[in-house]
C-alpha cells in the first residue's frame, strides 16, 4: 500500500527497513577481505619474488630519475598479482596504471612516481594484510614528505619519490 505525503508518493515502511537492510548487506559484503585463492601465501611467508623484483627495478630507476625499464617491469608486476588472485587485485590496478603512466612519450615522471606510490601502498597492504615478510635483505621505508613507503635493498635510504633531490629522505621501518 503506498500513500502520499504532501504529494511525494511513498512506500510503506516495511520497504524503507527493506531498502536499508540490503544496503547495509552490500556494504557489509564490500568491506570484507577478498577471500583468498590456492595462490595466495600463507601467513607469516615471504612476499612473492615474482612481485618484490620487478618492484625493486622500478624503485632503483626512479631513485636515479629515471624512468627507464618501468613499462616492462609494471607489466611483469600485473602478471604477478594476476596470478596471486583477488587479495592481489589493487597490486594489479596499481602496476597497470604505473605502466600507462610510463609509456606516455616522454613520460612525466612525476606522474610515474605518483603511480609508483600507489603501487607501494597496495604491495604495503597486502604485506601487512597478509602478515607477509620481506625477501631476505628487503626494507620497508617511509617517505615523510609524501607519506608512503617504498621497498628496497641495502640500507643507504634511496627515495623514489624524489630521487636524487633528496635520495636520502625518509626512514626505514
Same mark, same amino acid.
Given at each position: 500500500?503506498?500513500?502520499?505525503?504532501?504529494?511525494?508518493?511513498?512506500?510503506?515502511?516495511?520497504?524503507?527497513?527493506?531498502?536499508?537492510?540490503?544496503?547495509?548487506?552490500?556494504?557489509?559484503?564490500?568491506?570484507?577481505?577478498?577471500?583468498?585463492?590456492?595462490?595466495?601465501? +600463507? *601467513?607469516? @611467508?615471504?612476499? &612473492?619474488? %615474482?612481485?618484490?623484483?620487478?618492484?625493486?627495478? =622500478? /624503485?632503483? $630507476?626512479? !631513485?636515479?630519475?629515471?624512468?627507464?625499464?618501468?613499462?616492462?617491469?609494471?607489466?611483469?608486476?600485473?602478471? +604477478? *598479482?594476476? @596470478?596471486?588472485? &583477488?587479495? %592481489?587485485?589493487?597490486?594489479?590496478?596499481?602496476? =597497470? /596504471?604505473? $605502466?600507462? !603512466?610510463?609509456?606516455?612519450?616522454?613520460?612525466?615522471?612525476?606522474?610515474?612516481?605518483?603511480?609508483?606510490?600507489?603501487?607501494?601502498?597496495?604491495?604495503?597492504?597486502?604485506?601487512?594484510?597478509?602478515?607477509?615478510?620481506?625477501?631476505?635483505?628487503?626494507?620497508?621505508?617511509?617517505?615523510?614528505?609524501?607519506?608512503?613507503?617504498?621497498?628496497?635493498?641495502?640500507?643507504?635510504?634511496?627515495?623514489?619519490?624524489?630521487?636524487?633531490?633528496?635520495?636520502?629522505?625518509?626512514?626505514?621501518?
Amino acid at each position: 500500500m503506498k500513500t502520499t505525503v504532501r504529494g511525494w508518493l511513498c512506500a510503506p515502511a516495511s520497504s524503507f527497513i527493506y531498502a536499508i537492510a540490503l544496503a547495509a548487506l552490500a556494504v557489509a559484503g564490500a568491506c570484507a577481505p577478498a577471500p583468498q585463492t590456492s595462490n595466495t601465501p +600463507a *601467513a607469516g @611467508a615471504e612476499m &612473492s619474488r %615474482a612481485i618484490v623484483d620487478p618492484y625493486l627495478k =622500478i /624503485q632503483a $630507476a626512479l !631513485a636515479e630519475d629515471s624512468t627507464e625499464g618501468v613499462h616492462a617491469n609494471a607489466g611483469m608486476l600485473v602478471t +604477478a *598479482a594476476t @596470478a596471486l588472485g &583477488s587479495p %592481489a587485485m589493487k597490486i594489479d590496478t596499481a602496476a =597497470i /596504471q604505473l $605502466a600507462a !603512466a610510463s609509456e606516455a612519450e616522454p613520460p612525466d615522471i612525476k606522474d610515474v612516481r605518483e603511480k609508483f606510490g600507489t603501487l607501494s601502498e597496495a604491495i604495503d597492504v597486502y604485506m601487512t594484510g597478509l602478515h607477509l615478510k620481506a625477501p631476505e635483505g628487503v626494507k620497508v621505508a617511509v617517505c615523510p614528505m609524501v607519506n608512503k613507503p617504498w621497498l628496497q635493498e641495502g640500507s643507504a635510504l634511496a627515495n623514489p619519490y624524489y630521487g636524487k633531490e633528496m635520495l636520502t629522505c625518509g626512514s626505514f621501518r
